[in-house]
Each structure stands twice: as structure tokens, then as C-alpha cells.
């Protein structure tokens, strides 16, 4: 599939009929599918599958937890800027990178097939292929991205591929978690596996990005220039005082949203009386696209408000929608009240990601953009998935009730830091007085 580079020199911005309708923009769609599949396979949907073969909850979350990859691939970012894979780098740096990552994604999920829960220690590995090549699969497709097109095509991309990765989604979420309910779950994964392949065509069929950059003399300077200098960068911008304080919000803000990803999900929502079908109907169907709605009230509040006060609201309104599921708790099979619950949660958690993606944006020095912002990202997403991957041990120990009071309480220190934080952010700007104290 030849993708193109966009507005000709000189002619301006696109128009919205060639930004969406540009070869590159459906090839990141089906890149953006890539993306989103493996995710909730080695997570959310896995979760069934596991509860299904008697395994206890707290290993389930622990298990299911192989997603926690995906918060620190910042760590392995450099060296799929500065390496070429052999045999592979023949087709490019990016595309190599991408059809090496999307191979080993299918023939995680093919393995994971193949050996079932029964082989459980043979399983849990293919699981962590699975979870550690999507996450290669992302990097590599977030700098062919940046790369294959410029900055005035950039939105149409970035919609396109959202709207692949939310269809990859319904498919691993809701298509697979119905599929189940009349297959083996081996099955269903095979399938998934077999999907992989379209994106393998894709990467297969693009073209790579043509760019110039220079490859540091060793991996030490690697990892200086592209890990090192772009945090203590953060820090020598900020003073150490503003820049912990700030990173220290940045670790909890988004707790309650991480802490209800993982693996405990899907074991609760059996444990309320609902049959897969049905969770996936409500979950995985329908609250995606009440989540879309979310994320334009969102974009609509930031481009009216800025990013800071938006985000003030986003946290406490999205913290406290986990409240929601000691109503559900209250009301079991009910699908009246999920359909509530995951209405509330949906549309919340849709309007706290223009925020959050606005203000980490705002932080980040245009000379390490795209490793400061994915060293970011991944400190938003970590603690979250830290108390995910005990999840099982808390919500069998205290109920679940309990676990997700607990993940509501994240926002009283998350709001207080807020409050700390408010006279140096305007509008989610930095107030440069974000100056050593």
C-alpha cells in the first residue's frame, strides 16, 4: 500500500478530503488496527480465558498483567532508532521494525493457541511475546507515523489510525468475548493470530519513510542522547522541586482509570451474573463508541478552556466514576445498570484523554518530543497497572468493593498536587516560573 508525503512543498495545508483519502492516512488505520489487537489479548480478553481453566483471581491479575510492558517501552525505544535488524532491515529502519514486531505478535497469539492454560508456565510466556512485540509494534508505528508525512497531514493520520485501533478493540474485546461464548478460546485466538496478517500486509506493501539521521557512534551515546539528556532535561527546566512534585501527579492522576484494565475486570463482571456475550455487548460495543463521545467533549473543553481546568474536572469526575461499580455490586445482572456504570465510566474516561494528552505535551521540550513524551505517558500509566497486577490478591482479600474504593481514593493526593501545581500552569501551559526553587 504506497503512502505519500503529504501537501506538495509550498501548497499549504491539506483539505480535509486528501488529508482522509491520502494513501499513508488507511495505511495507518490498518496500522492503528495492528496496534490495538494484541492489547486487550493479553489482558482484558485473556482474563476469561483464564478464569474459564479455574485459575484463582490473583494470579489471573498477575498474568493478565503482561500488559504492564506496554508503560515501559520507553526503555527499548533507542534501539529501534538506531539499530537495523538484519534480514529485515533490508525493507527499511521502520518497516523492518514493524513487520519484525507484527511476525513475532501472530506467532505469540498462534502459541498461545497451541498451548492452552493447561501448559501454564509455556503459556504465560508466549503471553509475554505477545504483550512485548505490541509493544515494539507501537513504537515503530508511532515514528513511521511522525515520519511519513508532515506536520499538516499529521491529524488525519493520527484520526485514522485511532480509528483502527478502536475497531482492533471491538474485535479482541467484544467480537472475540462473543466468539468464545460458541468456540474454544484456542480457536478464537487462532483467529486473532490469523488477523495479524493483514497488517503484515500492510507494512509489506507501504513505503518507508524517507529520512536522514545520524546513527551515534555507539550504543552508549545512544542512550545518553535519546534516554538521559531528554530527562534531565525535564529536570534542568524545571528545577528539581517543580519537576518532582509535577511527576509526582503525573503517577497518580490516572490511577483509578489503570487500576480497572487489567485482569480483574473480567472476572468481576462474571462474578456479577453476566454472561460474555453480554459484557461484551455492553463493555466492549458499546461503551467504545460512548467512550468517542467522551473524547470530543474532551477535545471541545480543551479548545475552549485550555488543558488545565479541563483536567482539574477530568480527574474527579473520571476517579469517581468507579463509585459506579459498588452500585453494580448492588444490582447484579443487571444489564440495565451496566449499561450505566460503563455509560458513566466511558464518557469520563473519554473526556480525561484530550486533557491528559494536552497537558504532557505541554511539558515536553520540542527537542526531545518524542522521548519525553513517551517517558511521560509511561509514568501516567504505571502505578495504575502496578495495583492492576495486585488486583486479584486485594479484591480476594478485602472484595471488590473495597478494590475499587480504593482506586477512587488515588484522587485525594491527585487532587491536592492539583492544587499545589495550579499557580505555575496556565491554561496547561507551562507559567515559566516553573524556575528552580
Known amino acids: 500500500m504506497p503512502t505519500e508525503q503529504g501537501a ?41 480465558w483464564l478464569k474459564e481453566n479455574g485459575i484463582l483471581l490473583s494470579d489471573i491479575t498477575m498474568i493478565a498483567s503482561a500488559g504492564m510492558t506496554y508503560a515501559f517501552k520507553f526503555l527499548w525505544a533507542p534501539l529501534l532508532d538506531h539499530w537495523r535488524l538484519p534480514l529485515f532491515g533490508r525493507l527499511g529502519l521502520r518497516r523492518g521494525w514493524l513487520l519484525f514486531a507484527q511476525l513475532c505478535v501472530a506467532g505469540g497469539l498462534a502459541a498461545m493457541a497451541l498451548l492452552t492454560p493447561q501448559a501454564l508456565p509455556l503459556f504465560v510466556g508466549a503471553t509475554l511475546v505477545v504483550a512485548f512485540f505490541g509493544a515494539t509494534q507501537d513504537i515503530a508505528v508511532d515514528a513511521y507515523r511522525i515520519e511519513i508525512a508532515p506536520v499538516e497531514a499529521q491529524g488525519a493520520l493520527v484520526a485514522t489510525y485511532a480509528l483502527g485501533y478502536r475497531i482492533a478493540l471491538i474485535v479482541s474485546g467484544a467480537m472475540a468475548l462473543i466468539l468464545a461464548d460458541h468456540l474454544p478460546w484456542r480457536v478464537v485466538y487462532g483467529v486473532m493470530a490469523v488477523l495479524m496478517l493483514i497488517p503484515v500486509a500492510t507494512t509489506l506493501a507501504a513505503r518507508e519513510p524517507e529520512s536522514q539521521r545520524s546513527r551515534p557512534s555507539r550504543w552508549t551515546v545512544a542512550i545518553r542522547e535519546s534516554v538521559v539528556d531528554p530527562f534531565a532535561d525535564f529536570f534542568r527546566r524545571y528545577g528539581w522541586h517543580v519537576a518532582g512534585v509535577t511527576l509526582l501527579f ?81 444490582h447484579q445482572g443487571s444489564i440495565p445498570v451496566l449499561t450505566l456504570v460503563i455509560s458513566a465510566e466511558n464518557v469520563t474516561l473519554g473526556f480525561l484523554g484530550p486533557p491528559t494528552v494536552a497537558f504532557l505535551s505541554s511539558l515536553v521540550n520540542k527537542q526531545h518530543t518524542a522521548t519525553q513524551y513517551a517517558l511521560l505517558s509511561s509514568l501516567v500509566n504505571l502505578p495504575g497497572k502496578v495495583l492492576g497486577f495486585f488486583a486479584g490478591g486485594i479484591a480476594t482479600s478485602t472484595g471488590y468493593g473495597m478494590y475499587f474504593v480504593i482506586t477512587v481514593l488515588s484522587v485525594l493526593p491527585a487532587s491536592a498536587l492539583f492544587a499545589y501545581l495550579w499557580r505555575r500552569f496556565d491554561d496547561g501551559r507551562q507559567a515559566l516560573a516553573a524556575a528552580p526553587d
Open 250 to 330: 503525573i503517577l497518580v492522576f490516572k490511577i483509578p482509570e489503570q487500576a480497572i484494565i487489567g485482569g480483574v475486570m473480567g472476572p468481576f463482571y462474571r462474578d456479577m451474573g453476566f454472561d460474555k456475550t453480554q459484557i461484551a455487548t455492553v463493555t466492549k460495543i458499546f461503551g467504545i463508541w460512548v467512550g468517542i463521545v467522551g473524547t470530543f467533549i474532551g477535545g471541545a473543553a480543551v479548545a475552549r478552556w485550555g488543558a488545565w481546568r479541563p483536567l482539574c474536572a477530568a480527574i474527579v469526575l473520571a476517579g469517581s466514576s468507579n463509585l459506579g461499580y459498588l452500585f453494580l455490586i448492588q
Open 8 to 48: 506538495r512543498p509550498g501548497s499549504g495545508k491539506l483539505s480535509i478530503w486528501r488529508a482522509f483519502t491520502q494513501p499513508s492516512a488507511w495505511t495507518m488505520a490498518l496500522l492503528g488496527f495492528a496496534s490495538g489487537l494484541p492489547f486487550l489479548l493479553v489482558s482484558y480478553t485473556l482474563s476469561f
